[in-house]
């Protein structure tokens, strides 16, 4: 058998001319992989909420493969080999919005994006707490917001803009002896605080106020947790909050409503439309 398996091999990478559908069916698909394989740069898709940032790249890498005639029992070891491509500042499951790829040597490029600014919309609820800092976790706290005020809450946002301090969630994508912390949590390991370090905010605005939900406009700089902010937030007003809804409307260059592509869009013509090159 693997003496056919070269020959077919061979006979497909012959030309393209005078041959079968089948085998120019062949050739087309060689040339998208090819292709595929030769794109350097950036940019960006569409993240749903409910899927991880890796489930979501490794989605967009099997569709674009699929696109190429790639198919193997073994995608992720497949994927790895034939196509180089990562992401740009993970989003949580539960958020939204743009999510930077990189393809090729535009992976060398990531670590821009993961200290560059990027603005989030976020509904936050007050009277709730939970273990997570966002609506997927357990509710561990429940107290009364009604003495806090539209007025209240605009105050207490001026001291959580510009260079501040902050403790990353417990549940996040830091990593403790090379495991996330929030995959240790969930093995039921004991996982400690990170210290708190400097972040920037460049813009924070209370855009809607309906207790117990409200909605902020958030521009940040690498590093930041916008769940962290909205539990600080809730206990700086003698109560407590967590993120109801979070959607990543710009990372660097890249803006929701301009550049992202959405699934339907996943696919080598339309990426090359989008791509900014290195």
Same mark, same amino acid.
Request: hydrophobic share 30%; glycine share 8%; aromatic share 4%.
């Given at each position: 058998?693997?003496?056919?398996?070269?020959?077919?091999?061979?006979?497909?990478?012959?030309?393209?001319?005078?041959?079968?559908?089948?085998?120019?069916?062949?050739?087309?698909?060689?040339?998208?992989?090819?292709?595929?394989?030769?794109?350097?740069?950036?940019?960006?898709?569409?993240?749903?909420?409910?899927?991880?940032?890796?489930?979501?790249?490794?989605?967009?890498?099997?569709?674009?493969?699929?696109?190429?005639?790639?198919?193997?029992?073994?995608?992720?070891?497949?994927?790895?080999?034939?196509?180089?491509?990562?992401?740009?500042?993970?989003?949580?499951?539960?958020?939204?919005?743009?999510?930077?790829?990189?393809?090729?040597?535009?992976?060398?490029?990531?670590?821009?994006?993961?200290?560059?600014?990027?603005?989030?919309?976020? @509904?936050?609820? *007050?009277?709730? $707490?939970?273990?997570?800092?966002?609506?997927?976790? +357990? &509710?561990? #706290?429940? !107290?009364?917001?009604?003495?806090?005020?539209?007025?209240?809450?605009?105050?207490?946002?001026?001291?959580?803009?510009?260079?501040?301090?902050? @403790?990353?969630? *417990?549940?996040? $994508?830091?990593?403790?002896?090379?495991?996330?912390? +929030? &995959?240790? #949590?969930? !093995?039921?390991?004991?996982?400690?605080?990170?210290?708190?370090?400097?972040?920037?905010?460049?813009?924070?605005?209370?855009?809607?106020?309906?207790?117990?939900?409200?909605?902020?406009?958030?521009?940040?700089?690498?590093?930041?947790?916008?769940?962290? #902010?909205?539990?600080?937030?809730?206990?700086?007003?003698?109560?407590?909050?967590?993120?109801?809804?979070?959607?990543?409307?710009?990372?660097?260059?890249?803006?929701?409503?301009?550049?992202?592509?959405?699934?339907?869009?996943?696919?080598?013509?339309?990426?090359?439309?989008?791509?900014?090159?290195?």
């Amino acid at each position: 058998s693997s003496s056919s398996s070269s020959s077919s091999s061979s006979s497909s990478s012959m030309k393209c001319n005078d041959t079968s559908d089948d085998e120019t069916r062949v050739c087309g698909n060689m040339s998208t992989l090819a292709k595929l394989q030769s794109l350097n740069g950036l940019f960006a898709i569409y993240k749903k909420q409910g899927p991880t940032s890796a489930d979501v790249l490794n989605t967009l890498k099997e569709t674009l493969l699929k696109e190429a005639g790639e198919h193997n029992p073994n995608p992720r070891k497949r994927r790895k080999q034939s196509l180089k491509m990562g992401h740009g500042g993970t989003l949580d499951s539960a958020a939204s919005g743009v999510l930077v790829i990189g393809v090729g040597n535009g992976t060398k490029m990531l670590s821009t994006m993961l200290t560059g600014s990027k603005k989030y919309v976020a @509904v936050g609820e *007050l009277g709730k $707490a939970t273990d997570t800092l966002d609506a997927t976790g +357990s &509710v561990t #706290l429940e !107290k009364d917001f009604g003495h806090i005020t539209r007025l209240d809450m605009e105050e207490k946002l001026k001291s959580f803009t510009g260079d501040i301090m902050q @403790v990353p969630p *417990l549940y996040s $994508a830091l990593k403790k002896d090379g495991q996330r912390l +929030s &995959v240790l #949590l969930k !093995k039921g390991h004991k996982v400690e605080a990170k210290p708190a370090r400097p972040v920037t905010v460049n813009n924070l605005s209370l855009q809607e106020f309906k207790p117990p939900l409200f909605t902020l406009d958030i521009e940040c700089g690498g590093g930041f947790y916008v769940r962290s #902010l909205v539990d600080d937030l809730g206990k700086a007003l003698s109560s407590c909050a967590h993120v109801k809804e979070l959607i990543r409307t710009k990372q660097g260059q890249f803006t929701l409503e301009e550049h992202t592509l959405h699934e339907e869009h996943w696919t080598l013509e339309h990426i090359l439309q989008a791509l900014q090159p290195c």
